[in-house]
């Protein structure tokens, strides 16, 4: 299998292994040439917040999710990482649901892999907050790459 594009999703939690999420698309990326699709998916109340943040105009009319998501700072750094490796890369954003998101814009992108991250969860943190890693997991249209932090969340 030839891969052409790597879907590499970040979210809000993802700030703090910006470096281990790039490390990934890089191993995965750089020997196929493959190009990377910078995601950030955002809940309605995330992207309400980080439109006040970063002081968007809402007085022009919808505001477009791949804007914001270009403007936030860990796609900042993701993408200061891929100028310096020459990867090809772009930017996107969505609004929804964290992981059947991600799923969209793999299957929108024609992603050949995802890359995701998230924390090692203890067994009552899985049942009672669900995963969307593992939602990613279980449905992406493609083999999906899972960056762990050793951190426990729950």
């Not at 990326?29 to 105009?57: G, I, K």
């Not at 990482?81 to 930017?91: A, L, P, R, S, W």
């Not at 954003?93 to 799923?103: N, P």
């Not at 593992?134 to 951190?151: G, H, I, K, N, W």
């Amino acid at each position: 299998m030839t891969l052409e594009t790597v879907l590499l999703a970040v979210g809000p939690s993802d700030a703090d292994r910006s470096g281990e999420l790039a490390e990934a698309a890089l191993e995965i990326a750089t020997p196929a040439d493959a190009t990377v699709v910078l995601a950030h998916v955002f809940t309605s109340d995330e992207y309400n917040a980080v439109l006040d943040r970063l002081e968007f105009d809402r007085t022009v009319g919808e505001i477009d999710p791949d804007a914001v998501a270009a403007r936030h700072s860990t796609i900042h750094e993701l993408r200061d990482v891929f100028v310096q490796h020459d990867v090809e890369y772009e930017i996107r954003g969505a609004v929804g649901d964290h992981g059947s998101s991600i799923v969209d814009l793999a299957t929108s992108t024609g992603a050949d892999r995802v890359i995701v991250g998230g924390r090692r969860r203890s067994p009552t943190g899985k049942a009672v907050f669900g995963s969307t890693a593992q939602e990613v997991l279980l449905s992406a249209p493609c083999p999906v790459t899972f960056v762990r932090s050793d951190e426990h969340a729950d």
